[in-house]
């Protein structure tokens, strides 16, 4: 057996023949019409203008900047040079307008060589820098000649201007830089100053010492005070103690005892008091002498108290004892000492203590600067390293730009014209011989067969299809499917029945691979298969037929088989085409009540299982036609009762379900059935979709006993009657000598 990839090639061949025959045609007819074509005349030898430049060698340099300069000029692009002063000054020079002498400079410039990739403009040599110009655009060869020349000289004084103004630039570029720095420095250098200004003081006294030692003497004057004014107030606590009075009372005691106004009236008032007294033991109170002298002691009184107001003042610095200067201006000599001397201490405590708060001040201000000693520190050091900075930059960019100033002298071209442009001639290419036309049409066929068996072998592998029973095979045991048969296309000897694939006659040769499919299914799927259910991937595949021969097969070999018919999205089941059988129209009205054999149908089930007879043991459920709502018939009870039905009183219930691919109505009975069987066919099973199937029903978990291949092509001699048994085991390998790809005749039944 030819090869599965030859076999693709002839099927390709086969249904592409008229697109290879187009492809062997047009490119046959193109050798023809190249044919056709005349042969090219010899031209005439072109005299081109020829010019070189050399790109300067590094010279000797005194100046960075010059070094600079000329590395950057050496690589500088020709092309960056070209500009529009340029070709202005170009045009001026040779009498062309602009636009003529942009075309000849576009025109010059393609015809610049490329320079080698393996070299570099720092390793190469002399002759791998020179760049060699062509230009052959002049209406003369003398006016080529001159433009190409001018051309050179400009490219020359252009690449001087250019590293001239480079260098201006970066001269300018120095200048105003240097002058920012400058301020920046100045800026820097003011703010340093400053700070020294002001901190400068600070910062000498700490690093000399002398503000610690301030703070250490403040410390120690600090401890005398402290013991001067302990002193004071322990005296003054001792004199308070003796004379009862405060320091301020003591002050007022003294000025009132000192005041002679007061120490007079303070005589009267004491004389009036011995008369009062004398003479209230002899007059009584109302006695005129009595009022008289109680009036003169009222009124000394009062004097006395106003004249105490005058002594002590009205500035309310001290507050004179309340309602009694009499008493308050009773002091005598030794107690009026004592009372100077606790004023004396008072006015001494208040010195003394005004000398500690100031001590105490001036000992606080020395600790804070002290403390902040290290952080002046820290910014006069910041403060010096910006200045330093700044005095780095400036003294750099200064030495650049004198170092830029001094390179003006060594600036120049950065190319130089080594051989000025002159005339060669280019002798024109040589015309091949003329190829004989009888080769070019020879070797057009020979193309025009590759390319359309090309094009014939690319569809083939692109086919999607699984095209012959060897693919089938191998794709099923990759997967691990079984393969139950490889049936054969039935073809019946009677004219009424040659369109029709069914095996009408037990003894039909074709019984025995429908025999072994059976065989295979209960050896497969075990003793309790009872309801099977026949689907394929695709339409077209011989589902119909392969459910309808397996069920007559089923039915010959004594068992009682029926086949129930639910693919009801077909408008012409197989039970008309082949049995003339059909729903009864009064039934087949409701779908749901056409199933209903315990309700509608309980009086005569031969309204719904209809037996055939020419064949005996087999029944049909016959298909109510074509029906929108299948998803809700097949999902109904009464689908669910009839097949729980059928599994009881029959051997063998084969269902017909539509493809796979079209509607899931055969995955809504799947509960119901022991197995399913995928019929393939060779041709028209597509391998994508085949696989994913599979593959969902092996992920799935669902009943798969196995596939089926269909329509495969065998010899007579294999058909004919044989007297051997017939073997129950599966088609395999060791019989392929016997198998060869079946014809593509389309089975008449509809899948």
């Not at 107030?233 to 009075?245: M, R, W, Y």
């Not at 020419?614 to 029944?619: A, K, V």
Request: aromatic residues 6%.
């Amino acid at each position: 057996m030819a090869p599965p990839i030859v076999t693709r090639f002839f099927i390709s061949l086969n249904e592409h023949k008229w697109l290879g025959i187009v492809v062997f045609a047009v490119i046959t007819g193109g050798s023809f019409l190249f044919t056709l074509v005349p042969e090219p005349e010899r031209q005439e030898d072109k005299i081109l203008a020829f010019g070189r430049l050399s790109v300067n060698s590094p010279l000797p340099t005194f100046t960075s900047a010059g070094e600079e300069l000329r590395n950057q000029g050496r690589l500088t692009n020709i092309q960056d040079i070209i500009s529009q002063q340029v070709i202005q000054n170009i045009a001026n020079r040779i009498d062309f307008n602009l636009r003529q002498t942009e075309r000849a400079v576009a025109d010059l410039v393609l015809g610049l060589p490329e320079e080698p990739e393996n070299q570099t403009r720092e390793n190469s040599d002399t002759s791998a820098r020179l760049i060699t110009f062509r230009y052959d655009g002049g209406r003369t060869p003398e006016e080529s000649r001159t433009v190409l020349q001018v051309f050179l000289e400009e490219i020359v004084n252009e690449s001087y201007r250019v590293n001239t103004v480079r260098l201006q630039n970066k001269i300018t570029d120095l200048q105003r830089r240097l002058a920012e720095v400058q301020e920046d420095v100045e800026q820097a250098e003011q703010n340093y100053y400053t700070y020294i200004s002001n901190e400068g003081a600070l910062l000498l006294s700490v690093q000399d010492g002398s503000l610690f030692g301030g703070i250490t003497s403040s410390e120690q004057q600090k401890r005398q005070l402290d013991v001067v004014l302990s002193g004071i107030d322990a005296e003054i606590e001792t004199l308070q103690q003796q004379l009862q009075l405060t320091p301020e009372e003591a002050y007022v005691s003294s000025a009132l005892s000192a005041d002679p106004i007061i120490a007079n009236l303070r005589a009267l008032i004491l004389q009036n008091d011995l008369e009062l007294q004398r003479l209230q033991t002899d007059l009584r109170e109302d006695h005129p002498t009595m009022v008289e002298l109680r009036e003169q002691k009222a009124l000394n009184e009062r004097l006395i108290e106003e004249r105490g107001r005058e002594v002590i003042g009205t500035d309310r610095v001290f507050q004179p004892i309340t309602g009694n200067v009499r008493d308050a201006s009773n002091l005598d000599q030794t107690r009026a000492q004592l009372a100077a001397r606790l004023i004396n201490l008072e006015g001494q405590r208040n010195a003394v203590a005004g000398q500690l708060a100031a001590v105490e001040q001036v000992q606080n201000t020395l600790r804070q600067e002290y403390e902040q000693f290290p952080e002046r520190q820290t910014q006069q050091t910041s403060l010096i390293q910006e200045v330093q900075s700044q005095r780095v930059l400036y003294e750099t960019i200064f030495a650049a730009l004198t170092d830029a100033q001094s390179a003006e002298a060594e600036a120049d071209s950065s190319f130089t014209i080594i051989q000025p442009a002159f005339l060669i001639r280019e002798p024109s290419p040589p015309v091949p011989p003329a190829t004989s036309p009888i080769l070019i049409v020879g070797v057009g066929m020979v193309i025009g067969f590759a390319s359309a068996m090309g094009v014939i072998f690319l569809f083939a592998t692109l086919d999607e299809r699984l095209h012959t029973p060897r693919e089938l095979q191998d794709f099923f045991a990759e997967r691990d499917v079984p393969l139950l048969a490889e049936l054969p296309m039935v073809e019946n000897p009677e004219p009424f029945r040659k369109a029709m694939p069914i095996i009408f006659e037990s003894d039909s040769p074709y019984s025995k691979f429908y025999e072994r499919l059976r065989s295979n299914i209960r050896r497969l799927g075990g003793d309790n298969t009872k309801v099977i259910l026949v689907s394929s991937v695709i339409a077209d595949e011989g589902r119909t037929v392969t459910g309808y021969n397996l069920a007559i097969a089923s039915a010959n070999a004594g068992k009682r088989t029926l086949l129930i018919e639910l693919d009801l999205r077909d408008k012409n089941p197989g039970s008309r085409k082949y049995f003339q059988l059909q729903a009864d129209p009064a039934l087949s009205s409701n779908p749901i009540s056409y199933y209903d054999f315990q309700g509608v149908n309980s009086g005569d089930l031969n309204l719904l299982i209809q037996r055939v007879p020419e064949i005996p043991n087999f029944s049909i459920v016959p298909s109510p036609g074509f029906q929108k709502q299948a998803p809700a018939i097949l999902e109904s009870a009464e689908i669910k009762a009839f097949l729980r039905y059928a599994r009881s009183q029959y051997d063998l219930v084969v269902i017909d379900t539509p493809s796979l691919s079209s509607c899931n109505d055969a995955l809504l009975l799947e509960p119901f059935v022991d197995g399913i069987i995928l019929v393939t066919h060779p041709g028209k099973s597509l391998r994508n979709l085949l696989g994913t199937t599979i593959d969902d029903f092996i992920e799935e978990e669902l009943p798969l006993i196995g596939a089926v291949i269909n329509n495969v092509g065998y010899d007579n001699q294999i058909i004919e009657p044989q007297d051997d048994d017939e073997s129950n085991f599966l088609i395999r390998n060791d019989d392929e000598e016997n198998l060869s790809f079946g014809d593509n005749v389309e089975n008449d039944a509809k899948d």
